[in-house]
């Protein structure tokens, strides 16, 4: 099976007419309100045509919300909202007729078998497609003919993703499409998204794992209480992060640590000596500790060196929003004092 990579696609379809210009999804200034609870507040986004893009975040971040605004199943409290140039909260039927959507929980009629409800679906939509494709892609042939009722959490997943990707639609919708899939089914699902992008169209998904939007996504935003913390690539997000190398001296270090212009430690373990830095210069700093080592004829055994890591820029996300949540804590508490 094929490994789908944002990058390896760019080459699969360097043979392919490129896709559609301009913008699949245009928001701007997005709220979302649940009663007095303010869930989305105020974010812009804009997904091109034809790019795979991943929505990352915290729960409760408000991922899920606004893709059902995208899907014309919420409607927003303000802001600005463009999908394929149509306004989905009130042109959702126009919409439709482009659109896949696979929100956390499919509305199945449980009844119906795998494959009756892929013919109902061939009933209900006018882009035509093969049932027997889709069995066959989501490994469903074996589940055919068992109602869906019984089918496990995981293969139900499967039959969502096959109808929302049904006809290849011009713009994907799929919140959290691989949750619950073992490691087998979720490459097959990778694989079906990667055939969307290769075909040239859009898809904005949701996702909790980390290597999925690296493996599919040309960009990604990153929501944290409602707003869009970060966005853009992954080379993009993640240089705003240090990058990070470390290594291991047998026995004491022989000298003073160099001036680095990030930050370098040296630790102890046991006899040994760990080297662990951090730095936005990778290249220079790496060059000044390799000049030291090779002055003090010292080995840096298993020297690794790499460029943040979106788990990195998540978990800064995070840790900058709990220091602001102090700040406000105590700014509130002080208010309250005085
Ligand atoms: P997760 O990763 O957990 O799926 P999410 O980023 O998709 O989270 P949303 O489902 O959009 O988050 O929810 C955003 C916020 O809105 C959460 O705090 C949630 O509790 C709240 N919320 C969502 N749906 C409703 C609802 N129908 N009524 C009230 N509050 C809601």
Known sequence: MTQVTPASRRHATANLPPPEDGDAVEVSGLRCRYGDFDA?????????????FALLGTNGAGKTTTLEVLSGFHRPAGGTVRVLGIDPA?????????????MQEGGFVGELTTVE???LWQRLVSRPDDPERLLARFDLGSRRDVAVAKLSGGERRRLDLALAVWGTPKLVILDEPTTGLDPES?????????????????VVLTTHYLEEAEALADRVAIMHGGRIAATGTLAEITASQP??????????PPAPPPEISGELVLGRDGPDTTVTGATDHLQQDLTLLLNWAERHSVTLEGLRAAPASLEAVYHAVRESDSETNQDEHHKTETEVSL
């Not at 812009?44 to 795979?52: F, K, Q, S």
């Not at 979720?186 to 859009?202: F, K, M, N, Q, V």
Request: proline share 2%; net charge positive; hydrophobic share 45%.
């Open 186 to 202: 979720r490459r097959r699902a990778w694989d079906a998204i990667g055939e969307l992008a290769e075909a040239g169209r859009t």
């Open 117 to 119: 409800t892929l013919l």
């Open 243 to 252: 990058a990070r190398f470390d290594a291991r001296i047998v026995g004491p």
């Open 90 to 102: 009130t042109q959702s039927a126009k919409l439709r007729s482009q659109l896949g959507v696979m």
């Open 40 to 52: 989305v507040r105020g974010i812009d986004l804009t997904v091109r045509a034809g790019e795979v």
